[in-house]
């Protein structure tokens, strides 16, 4: 497709339960970031990756969050031992240049809303 | 450090009536600027950026936006309000040749008819 694809849409979980979300970034675009929005908040950032490399990571809340991008497109971000506060919205962009200082337009996907019961 | 401040979490107006949202960062280096709409259920699109050209920027569906150093400011205004500005806009700050976009709390705009 044109945009940013994730997957799934919606997922419930039970709490300790792992999850695996899913980002298809737009085809060539090589920065990818992952943002974390909780219900009535803005989105905060969580990893940002250049190809394959994971160069910011300083957002993940926990041990238990990890996210990568082995061959440079399709990333994943993994929640180990789910608990109620990780309940969010899971926002991937992606970007075509490196660096969005340069006024470099980030696009997202619809997200993935995560709830953990 | 960089932050931004949405001053409203929510703004009502009437349709054809101006609409004002507003944004104060802070930066400790050269920023860029950015608003952003999120429709529900729908993912973040880009309104328009700021990325020290000029300080009043214009962007889709008749919205514009004008930086102001002084104040440190980048309020959103749009001169008549249709039905389908209904949204939650963010305000997004990130200095220059990094990647931490930093989001505020959102703005939440209704329009009444």
């Known amino acids: 497709g044109a945009g940013v694809s994730q997957s799934p849409r919606y997922k419930v979980a039970k709490r300790g339960q792992d999850v695996a979300l899913r980002c298809d970034p737009i085809s060539g675009h090589v920065s990818l970031f992952w943002y974390q929005q909780a219900l009535g908040q803005g989105p905060e950032f969580l990893t940002y990756?250049?190809?394959?490399?994971?160069?910011?990571k300083s957002g993940l809340p926990s041990d238990r969050f990890f996210a990568e991008r082995p061959e440079g497109s399709v990333s994943t971000l993994k929640i180990q031992r789910t608990q109620q506060e990780d309940s969010a919205v899971y926002l991937c962009?992606?970007?075509?240049?490196?660096?969005?200082?340069?006024?470099?337009?980030?696009?997202f996907g619809e997200g993935s809303w995560l709830t953990v019961v | 450090a960089q932050s931004v401040t949405q001053l409203d979490s929510h703004v009502s107006v009437s349709e054809g009536t101006p609409v004002l949202l507003r944004c104060n960062y802070s930066s400790s280096y050269s920023p860029s600027l950015f608003w952003y709409v999120q429709h529900p259920n729908k993912g973040l699109q880009l309104l328009l950026k700021y990325t020290s050209a000029a300080t009043l920027v214009k962007g889709i569906n008749g919205f514009e936006a004008e930086f102001k150093k002084s104040e440190t400011s980048f309020h959103l205004t749009k001169p008549s309000a249709h039905m389908s500005d209904a949204a939650e806009y963010f305000c997004v700050v990130t200095p220059y040749n990094n990647n931490d976009m930093r989001f505020g709390a959102g703005t939440r705009l209704t329009v009444k008819p």
């Open positions: 990756f250049q190809n394959e490399a994971q160069l910011d």
């Open positions: 962009a992606s970007s075509s240049r490196t660096l969005t200082g340069t006024g470099n337009t980030i696009y």
